[in-house]
């Protein structure tokens, strides 16, 4: 029972380098987040999407796309990455609204950019 | 945006005792969720509780109760028989639609 699934858990990154963040969902839920945490700032929406080939911006978008080409993946990338994007990034899905559970989430990616 | 404040970034607790976390939270909707999730030193985002906002019953999960004040806004956590597994950061949530909002975050430390 995988659940939701994040690579990779550690990445250091250089200023201006490129990455891709995967999530993996194997749940056949419909939606799927990006956040990201920040010490004294909780967990900020980056971007969500509520079904296969859509996505909608969330709190904090800039400087992120997200992409979400198969229903269980949903992939947050960075084109150019600044030391602002240090954080600790978590993706999450939900099956629906109806009876909203809330998210299961995945462990997490620590992202140092330097 | 909606907003979610938890006042506490800090509390401390003996094992054994009881610990209240505070939440308020500011919404429009008038069908929602709210949330209390721990996250342990692994990181892991757990879902301790769960309230339905058009259920006046406070909710429940053995030794984990929450007050809800639907008026005020409130939803406050409390621990019980508070143990050395608890420790732990606890976020509160609230859902807009089918997203969550989570509150900073509470640090709770268990004194043996």
């Known amino acids: 029972n995988a659940g939701v699934t994040q690579t990779p858990k550690f990445r250091v990154l250089k200023t201006g380098q490129s990455m891709t963040l995967l999530c993996a969902q194997d749940?056949?839920?419909?939606?799927m987040y990006w956040y990201r945490q920040d010490p004294g700032m909780g967990l900020r929406l980056i971007h969500y999407?509520?079904?296969?080939?859509?996505?909608a911006k969330g709190e904090v978008p800039d400087g992120y796309n997200v992409s979400r080409l198969k229903k269980q993946n949903f992939l947050l990338g960075l084109e150019s990455a600044a030391p602002s994007q240090t954080s600790v990034y978590f993706c999450?899905?939900?099956?629906?609204?109806?009876?909203?559970?809330?998210?299961?989430f995945g462990s997490g990616t620590r992202l140092t950019v330097v | 945006a909606q907003t979610v404040t938890q006042s506490q970034p800090e509390m401390s607790v003996q094992e054994a005792e009881t610990v209240t976390l505070s939440c308020t939270y500011d919404?429009?909707?008038?069908?929602?969720?709210l949330f209390w999730y721990k996250q342990p030193p692994s990181r892991q985002m757990i879902l301790v509780i769960r309230?339905?906002?058009?259920?006046?019953q406070n909710a429940t999960e053995n030794r984990f109760s929450v007050n809800f004040q639907k008026a005020a806004k409130s939803f406050s956590l409390k621990i019980s028989d508070s143990q050395l597994g608890d420790a732990a950061m606890y976020f509160c949530?609230?859902?807009?639609?089918?997203?969550?909002?989570f509150g900073a975050g509470t640090t709770v430390t268990v004194r043996a």
């Open positions: 919404t429009s909707e008038s069908d929602y969720y």
């Open positions: 999407s509520v079904g296969e080939g859509t996505t």
């Open positions: 949530a609230s859902s807009n639609d089918y997203k969550l909002s």
């Open positions: 999450a899905s939900s099956p629906d609204r109806i009876n909203f559970y809330g998210y299961t």
């Open positions: 749940m056949n839920h419909e939606y």
């Open positions: 309230q339905e906002a058009y259920k006046q």
